[in-house]
Every structure is written in structure tokens, then in C-alpha cells.
């Protein structure tokens, strides 16, 4: 199975319902504004990011036209040096192509190496877009049942005001 039918059949064996938007590869939230894909729910951006020594990961879910100041992040994590990581780490860990990082790479990560960070302002919408592992849909789901995978799949979130 390709990476998005997976994610689809998850959903499916979970009983959680979804939206699906096929469209052409987009690389940016601002490329989806421009397909016009976010006028059906919030777009989530996330951020795969790693500490100054690489030895933590996080992947930063935030509303699509929010902006982090990683600073101010790395002190709420208890982190240093806070920065973009690689594309080999993204590969690595959540097995994504940069373009494609999505929450559902999480079930790709087997070792919980990744910490998840969810930003609070996430709850207040009704439906939010996130990529399948792949950036040519969009799944659109619920805030509960997109923390409901995350959180069945053994992950702790730390929620944040960001």
C-alpha cells in the first residue's frame, strides 16, 4: 500500500471519519491558499524541528498563519538551540519527504523518537487539513480525532499557546 492509502485505512479501522481533497503537490501553506484547498477547514502547518545536539525531535503542529518564534519555543521545551532539522531526519524519523510532513508521520516514527507539540489554538476549529504522508491530499478530520490518533498511538502531547 502507498503512504496515503495507509493513512486512509487507519482512519477506517479506527471509525474516524474524514474528508478527502485531491490536488497537485503543494509544497507551502501558501501554495494551498492559492488552490484555494484552505476555504474547507484550517490548514495545519507543522514544523519538524531537533534541538542544537540533535538529540530530541519535535514536530510542531500550529495554525496555518501562525508564526514561531523558535526562541520562545526552544524556552517553553526546555530546549536549545532550536532549528529546522534535515531532510535525512525528517526521512528518519518520520519517514516524510520534506513537503509531506504531516502528523500522521507519527506512525511511521516506532521508537517515539519525536516529541508532539500541539498548539492550543488548534481545539477552537472545526475541522483541520493535514497531509496523509503525502503533499497531493489533503485529509480533513476533527481536532479530537486527529488528537485521538496521535494519542493511540502512544504519544504524550504538550499542548502550547503559540
Not at 492550543?120 to 496523509?132: A, I, K, M, Q
Amino acid at each position: 500500500m502507498r503512504a496515503k492509502e495507509s493513512i486512509y485505512q487507519r482512519l477506517e479501522d479506527m471509525g474516524i471519519g474524514y474528508e478527502l481533497s485531491e490536488h497537485p503537490p503543494v509544497y507551502t501553506v501558501e501554495e494551498m491558499e492559492k488552490l484555494e484547498i484552505d476555504k474547507l477547514g484550517v490548514i495545519v502547518k507543522n514544523l519538524f524541528l531537533r534541538d542544537g545536539k540533535g538529540k530530541r525531535h519535535f514536530l510542531v503542529l500550529i495554525h496555518q498563519d501562525k508564526k514561531v518564534d523558535l526562541k520562545i519555543l526552544q524556552a517553553k521545551l526546555g530546549s536549545r538551540g532550536l532549528r529546522f532539522a534535515s531532510a535525512e531526519r525528517l526521512e528518519k524519523y518520520l519517514g516524510l519527504e520534506k513537503g509531506a510532513v504531516s502528523p500522521f508521520g507519527l506512525l511511521n516514527d516506532k521508537d517515539h523518537m519525536v516529541e508532539v507539540v500541539l498548539d492550543d489554538d488548534l481545539h477552537n476549529f472545526s475541522r483541520l487539513g493535514v497531509h496523509p504522508n503525502d503533499n497531493t491530499a489533503t485529509v480533513w478530520i476533527s481536532p479530537l480525532d486527529l488528537k485521538r490518533v496521535i494519542l493511540e498511538e502512544g504519544y504524550v502531547i504538550t499542548y502550547l499557546r503559540l
